[in-house]
């Protein structure tokens, strides 16, 4: 595809980069600030849009691996099983999109917080929190390694590699 | 049923019906003004979007709400936009009016602090307002003057305040946005930690019992813990309104909160944003002029404002690349020790970790619920900022992991 959006953004942040910022000398103290974080945040686009399929695959395996393990944990929970199989179905499929990625990722992140909430038996639900809490721990230090172009991390260099 | 888990749609989010809402309301019971607050939050979903204001729009809302108040004409004049803040619209003015007796010809430098449609931490205006009355005389900040809690007179909820004088940024640092991880040098630092701290016990050391007014605060209890629930779940209610998606670890942290909340040992003016970026400062004496943004002050736990201005998110590392300083003072446990030495007020390590948690929490959720929900509904004047700040909440969730490790049974 020759307007692939790499370049499409390329060409806009270079633009705005160096015609337009310097242009903005004399302008508010607001105008300049929500400029250079409209920048950053285009810059941030522009680095993980050819990853973004990729992240939200790894993201769904992650809840379907997480909703079997809470399944056999708590036992009969039809529909937390059920948005297992949906989100299998949607990683086996290379038709989908990656909204209906995302969709799958939610429906189970919704089934597995419904679960831990709604069960009864104490001693379960303490094994359920758990497995949610360690599952958090690492989908938590993608999603830092994901956001990082936005520069909040103090130390970027001891965030966990990219596993997508 | 209160703190049922219940799963709603992101259309209910985005277009909630009354019995949505409702239904939320009554899982998640909160302080009355908060509650007001929030569902009116949710109603405007059913509105328009936020629609960029004039200046000339608010100058004359300016005027309508300060005749109405003191019942003569005065004049408006050098109105202006002020930047800063990550929620509020600021507007910078000369009042010219009869002064605060009113028999005088005073001209005075005032500012407007008004909502957007939706903001990062939806609050009252009057609880804002009567907590900057509380404290006046004894902790540096604006002086309130008048409040239009229900946008009577402008497009939205605001407050007229005095204009402060002072920096929140070293003039040799460009700085953070909204201060978040300012660094303020050696130098700098070690004059501006005593008035951090000193404020910090002041304020927490003032008689709640003695005080008149607060009348949308409701007065919690020494020795119950209710109050502690009711913010845990105003905080849970943000998390139900406007999250993106869910975090099934906040719902173990949600439940954690309620089961161990401590009862208040003392009450206390707890700010509720008690961090580097809030405050003003004269760069030449390095002392603090001013203590800004109260919207999110509450009757509790001064461990609540420990802990929050010790988080790693508005820390920075010392010259050392290791130490980690809390606002940019000193590392917590410094920060605790010279607290408790200056306010008589004990700190208890048992509160410190449950609003270490607390605190991760809120942040968590005002980052990637009320900022992740603000900006996509076009809801405030400087959507990429407000967006900007949602990735903080993944470095908080992280922290969180930490925490629970060591509370989980």
């Known amino acids: 595809m020759n307007l692939d959006f790499d370049a499409q953004l390329q060409v806009a942040l270079r633009a705005l980069e160096e015609v337009v910022a310097p242009a903005l000398g004399g302008a508010e103290k607001h105008v300049v600030e929500q400029f250079h974080l409209?920048?950053?945040t285009i810059g941030f686009v522009k680095t993980r849009l050819p990853d973004v399929r990729r992240y939200a695959r790894m993201e769904l395996a992650?809840?379907?691996?997480?909703?079997?393990?809470?399944a056999a944990c708590a036992g009969d929970c039809p529909a937390l099983t059920a948005a297992a199989e949906n989100g299998r179905a949607v990683l086996a499929s290379a038709e989908v999109d990656t909204a209906e990625i995302e969709q799958a990722s939610r429906r189970l992140r919704d089934e597995v917080a419904a679960l831990g909430s709604n069960c009864q038996d104490s001693a379960v639900r303490s094994r359920l929190d758990r497995l949610v809490v360690d599952h958090a721990t690492i989908l938590t230090a993608q999603a830092r390694q994901w956001a990082m172009p936005f520069?909040?991390?103090?130390?970027?260099?001891e965030l966990a590699p990219p596993a997508w | 049923?209160?703190?049922q888990y219940e799963i709603i749609g992101e259309a209910q989010r985005r277009h909630p019906t009354e019995a949505t809402i409702d239904a939320i309301r009554a899982r998640y019971p909160t302080e009355a003004e908060i509650d007001t607050v929030m569902t009116r939050k949710m109603r405007r979903r059913n509105g328009p979007g936020y629609e960029g204001v004039t200046l000339d729009l608010l100058l004359s809302g300016i005027k309508a709400l300060v005749e109405a108040r003191v019942g003569y004409?005065?004049?408006?004049?050098e109105g202006r936009w002020l930047s800063g803040g990550a929620s509020k619209l600021q507007v910078l003015f000369d009042l010219h009016w009869r002064g605060a007796d009113g028999t005088g010809n005073a001209v005075d430098r005032m500012v407007l602090r008004m909502e957007p449609a939706a903001s990062v931490t939806e609050s009252s205006r009057h609880r804002e307002f009567e907590v900057l009355q509380a404290v006046e005389g004894i902790i540096p900040s604006p002086k309130p003057y008048w409040v239009d809690g229900e946008g009577e007179f402008l497009p939205y909820p605001a407050m007229i305040y005095g204009f402060v004088t002072g920096t929140a940024k070293p003039s040799y640092d460009s700085g953070k946005v909204s201060g978040l991880g300012q660094n303020f040098g050696p130098e700098l630092r070690a004059q501006l930690a005593p008035d951090f701290i000193g404020l910090l016990a002041k304020l927490h050391c003032i008689d709640v019992a003695a005080l008149p007014g607060l009348e949308h605060f409701q007065r919690p209890e020494v020795g119950s813990n209710a109050s502690v629930i009711?913010?845990?779940?105003a905080v849970r209610r943000i998390w139900e309104e406007d999250r993106i998606e869910e975090e099934p670890v906040l719902e173990v942290v949600y439940r954690w909160l309620v089961a161990n909340a401590p009862p208040l040992d003392h009450v206390s003016i707890v700010h509720g944003d008690y961090r580097s970026g809030n405050f003003l400062f004269d760069e030449a004496s390095g002392r603090i002029t001013a203590w800004l943004d109260w919207e999110?002050?509450?009757l509790g736990d001064r461990h609540q404002d420990l802990t929050y201005a010790a988080m790693p998110s508005f820390s920075h590392y010392a010259e050392d690349g290791t130490t980690m300083l809390g606002s940019g003072m000193m590392v917590p446990e410094a920060l605790y020790a010279a607290y408790e030495q200056a306010s008589g007020l004990k700190v208890d390590p048992a509160r410190l970790a449950y609003y270490n948690v607390f605190n991760r929490y809120l942040i968590a959720i005002l980052t990637l619920a009320a900022s992740a929900r603000a900006s996509r509904i076009r809801g405030t004047h400087q959507d990429v900022l407000v967006n900007y700040v949602v990735p903080v909440g993944f470095g908080t969730l992280a922290e969180l992991g930490d925490c629970?490790?060591?509370?989980?049974?």
Not at chain 1, 151 to 157: A, D, I, M, R, V
């Open chain 1, 62 to 70: 992650g809840f379907v691996a997480l909703a079997d393990q809470s």
């Open chain 2, 73 to 77: 004409p005065v004049t408006i004049a």
């Open chain 1, 151 to 157: 520069g909040f991390e103090l130390k970027p260099e």
């Open chain 2, 230 to 233: 009711r913010q845990v779940n």
């Open chain 1, 38 to 40: 409209a920048l950053l």
């Open chain 2, 404 to 409: 629970l490790a060591g509370v989980l049974k």
């Open chain 2, 1 to 3: 049923m209160v703190g």
């Open chain 2, 296 to 298: 999110g002050a509450t």
